[in-house]
């Protein structure tokens, strides 16, 4: 068994909103700079959900409405893998699918 690590940097201002974030996964070898992370964790102890979100200052607000479109629909993709209910997915994607377009995030 190993264990691999993604770290992520987190560099902020004097008012402590995040100026710069910065991810690496070195077993991948692989690094780089985001506007924005979203990340979700299962808490077994409190059967809840603990999240992080941030994003840079520099981050536009249509930047932030497709990366919340892209992450609900590819969210989709992983509740398919993990349950097996394409029907839930299916209405979820669709509905998704026209808040995108009302969001200007797709064509």
Request: with cysteine; proline share 1%.
């Amino acid at each position: 068994m190993t264990t691999s690590e993604i770290k992520f940097a987190v560099t902020v201002d004097e008012n402590h909103l995040p100026h710069k974030l910065e991810w690496e996964a070195k077993e991948a070898g692989e690094k780089g700079d985001c506007g924005s992370i979203m990340l979700a964790m299962w808490d077994k102890k409190e059967n809840n959900t603990m999240r992080i979100d941030l994003w840079t200052k520099d981050m536009s607000v249509d930047e932030m409405k497709k990366f919340y479109h892209q992450n609900v629909m590819t969210l989709t993709d992983t509740y398919i893998r993990a349950t097996g209910d394409e029907v839930t997915a299916t209405r979820v994607k669709a509905f998704f699918k026209e808040l995108g377009k009302d969001m200007n995030v797709l064509g």
